[in-house]
């Protein structure tokens, strides 16, 4: 069974940094894309950043582009979210997912649709003071 546990949330100042972790079991890891979503109360899930195929292939939504890395290390089965500079805006529950499907069979479709992932984790609360 495939798990995701995020780790590495907290409380931090505007313009600090923060490095989200998401463990991931029970599959082949690079065979399938990641995505880091997340959601503000009374707000729906958005994509923030997602790895689309076992080159690397990344995407992040505009909001967080210059800002927000994502990496993995297929060797752990680990994928990273580094988010420097944060902002008040950017104060969210953060979700990792993964689709069902392997990368090669949902490529193309829009990575930031929830609706293409399958399987989340229990999301890690980052939460950013002004």
């Known amino acids: 069974e495939r798990q995701l546990v995020e780790s590495g949330g907290g409380l931090v100042q505007t313009g600090g940094s923060l490095r989200l972790s998401c463990a991931a079991s029970?599959?082949?890891?690079?065979?399938?894309?990641m995505g880091w979503f997340r959601q503000a109360p009374g707000q729906e899930r958005e994509m923030v950043s997602c790895i689309t195929d076992s080159h690397g292939t990344t995407e992040y939504a505009d909001s967080v582009k210059g800002r927000f890395t994502i990496s993995s290390d297929n060797a752990r089965n680990r994928v990273y979210l580094q988010m420097n500079n944060l902002q008040p805006e950017d104060t969210a529950v953060y979700y990792c997912?993964?689709?069902?499907?392997?990368?090669?069979?949902?490529?193309?479709?829009?990575?930031?649709?929830?609706?293409?992932?399958?399987?989340w984790g229990q999301g890690t609360q980052v939460i950013v003071s002004s």
């Open positions: 029970g599959f082949r890891f690079d065979d399938y894309a």
């Open positions: 997912a993964t689709p069902k499907a392997i990368w090669v069979k949902v490529y193309g479709n829009d990575w930031s649709d929830p609706d293409l992932y399958d399987y």
